[in-house]
């Protein structure tokens, strides 16, 4: 019982614990924003990775492989399949406005696509933004582009539309950072009067035979029409990449079912029959059903894929990837940094570890008699022992506790932070110089005035409150005589710590892990007990009579 009384009267009564608990509490609000961020970032890239192409993947060469519809109907059998999608990606180049760009061009069934990732979902644009940029053009400025029908441009859900040859042109749609006229403003967000909707632009390709030589019909050139733009939330993603249809694209690549007459090579008579050309597409991707785990579907994935390879000997066997595997190196990168900073930070942890055995330390000289006077009643050395870990436990339980909700507050309002540290510092600092220059003017005159009067710190602490709150006024009057005062400030005096126009993503990870932050809390309360045991033992070691004559 005495443990507890003792540790009570010396945090109610010590000032040294409450600043060892503070350095706790400020090495735990720091671990908890930078695990939270970090981690956030990850997560974020992890879900933005895995939306991109599913599952699994079934890849191969750029070039395609021949026979990819019956290992779509091989898949589709699966019970760990949900959805199977063929795919066609090829580089090439883009035209808009005539500007030229080198970008991978994807074909796909937006149907089926849809059902692997949440395309629909990445579709920046629809009616309704077209319907209000339409009403702020001026026809007499700008105009209306001829013949413009938002729905049959695909600007509902379905980016492709009912009409998929609008105006006779492909559709097509382009990653919102593609666009050489679009960008981000200061909090991220795009303009639709910016747009490429509904531009033309044309696709610049080199289709490729089987074997991975240039087809003798040379590069393709084709006119497409761009019918809305997607962000996946990936920059590299949405400045690099387009989507036509699946049909289009094989089409425009030679990679389409072909018939052709036989003939005989030496009387060059035609025979009997048609030689056949397969269809190719160079990706298969895959959804997993609900209930089975990524590993369970890749491996029956492989195993559909393998008995494919057996049936076709001929076609150069693809391989299998899950959505990790082919995010993996960007992934890892991200993952490493955020180990690396962890670590770092932790490093910087220790100061509570070294501060909270400081404390007790001398905490421990200060209270020599005391030591002694327990034991001499009848306190074991393991009773002193623990009254220390106990008093160190309690420091670290006060500061990580306060660490935590700190931290808690921090991380989810910190993009209200990031907000207001760069359009409203500058109008902040005013009012904190004002008022902070006549508070301590009324400091001064009220310390003179109290060093006369022989009460020096009352008026003093008066006279700056009362001249503080007179600065306050000045500064709010200075705002009114002078209305773009406010606006300068806050263009000078700015702290941009997160830049929405130039990173990948557009708000700041805000949301804390329960379990990250268990972890760090009950890793900072066991860091304090460690730093209190040293003294503890210092204590507990300590001769009963020596102590009783310390002075």
């Not at 397969?278 to 298969?284: G, I, K, L």
């Not at 690396?340 to 008699?369: D, H, N, P, Q, S």
């Not at 009362?466 to 000078?492: F, H, K, Q, T, Y």
Request: charged letters at 20%.
């Amino acid at each position: 019982m005495y443990k507890l009384t003792l540790i009570l009267k010396y945090l109610r009564r010590k000032l040294g614990p409450m600043f060892a608990a503070l350095a706790v509490m400020l090495c735990t609000l720091m671990v908890i924003c930078v695990i939270s961020v970090m981690g956030g970032f990850l997560d974020m890239l992890r879900v933005s990775a895995s939306q991109l192409t599913g599952d699994v993947t079934v890849r191969s060469s750029i070039t395609g492989f021949a026979h990819y519809e019956e290992l779509v109907d091989r898949l589709s059998t699966r019970p760990e399949v949900e959805a199977v999608s063929p795919v066609i990606e090829m580089f090439g180049m883009v035209n808009i406005g005539g500007e030229t760009k080198g970008v991978r061009i994807m074909g796909i069934d937006p149907a089926t696509f849809s059902c692997i990732v949440p395309y629909e979902q990445t579709l920046h644009w629809d009616a309704e933004d077209l319907a209000k940029s339409m009403s702020l053009l001026s026809i007499g400025e700008i105009g209306k582009p001829p013949s413009f029908d938002p729905h049959a441009m695909g600007m509902t859900l379905d980016a492709f539309g009912a009409n998929e040859k609008t105006q006779g042109l492909p559709s097509m749609v382009i990653g919102i950072e593609v666009n050489p006229y679009q960008s981000r403003d200061e909090q991220g967000q795009y303009d639709f009067l910016n747009s490429a909707v509904p531009a033309p632009a044309t696709l610049t390709l080199l289709p490729l035979t089987e074997r991975g030589a240039p087809a003798e019909m040379g590069p393709v050139y084709a006119k497409t029409i761009i019918v809305n733009e997607f962000k996946s939330g990936l920059y590299e993603v949405d400045q690099g990449q387009v989507f036509v249809h699946f049909d289009v694209l094989q089409k425009l690549l030679d990679m389409d079912r072909e018939e052709g007459d036989i003939f005989d090579p030496q009387s060059g008579d035609k025979l009997p029959g048609k030689s056949i050309r397969p269809a190719r597409a160079t990706e298969v991707l895959v959804a997993g059903k609900d209930g089975y785990t990524l590993a369970q579907v890749r491996a029956a994935v492989s195993e559909e894929v393998n008995a494919f390879a057996s049936a076709h000997l001929d076609v150069f066997p693809p391989r299998v990837f899950t959505w990790e595997e082919i995010h993996a190196q960007f992934i890892s990168a991200v993952e490493n940094e955020k180990g690396m900073v962890t670590f770092l930070f932790a490093i910087i942890g220790m100061v509570a570890v070294v501060m909270v055995g400081t404390t007790l330390y001398m905490t421990v000289l200060e209270k020599t008699r005391d030591i002694g006077v327990l034991r001499a009643v009848g306190a074991s050395q393991a009773g002193i022992i623990g009254m220390y870990l106990g008093y160190g436990l309690a420091v670290g339980t006060v500061g990580a506790i306060a660490g935590l909700i700190g931290g808690t507050l921090v991380v989810t309002r910190i993009n209200d932070i990031q907000y207001w540290l760069a359009h409203y510092l500058g109008v902040s600092m005013h009012f904190a110089w004002c008022a902070t220059g006549v508070g301590l003017l009324g400091w001064i005159i009220g310390g003179i005035i109290g060093f006369k009067r022989r009460r020096f710190l009352k008026y003093a602490f008066v006279y700056a409150v009362l001249s503080g709150a007179a600065g306050l006024i000045v500064a709010w009057v200075a705002l009114l005589v002078m209305p773009d005062l406010g606006p300068r400030l806050n263009e000078m005096i700015r702290f941009e710590m997160w830049n929405p126009q130039l990173y990948y993503f557009d708000r700041i990870p805000d949301t804390v892990k329960f379990s990250d932050a268990l972890f760090i809390v009950l890793g900072a309360i066991a860091a304090s007990a460690v730093g209190a045991l040293i003294p503890a033992i210092i204590a507990a070691e300590q001769d009963p009579v020596e102590s009783l004559r310390y002075e």
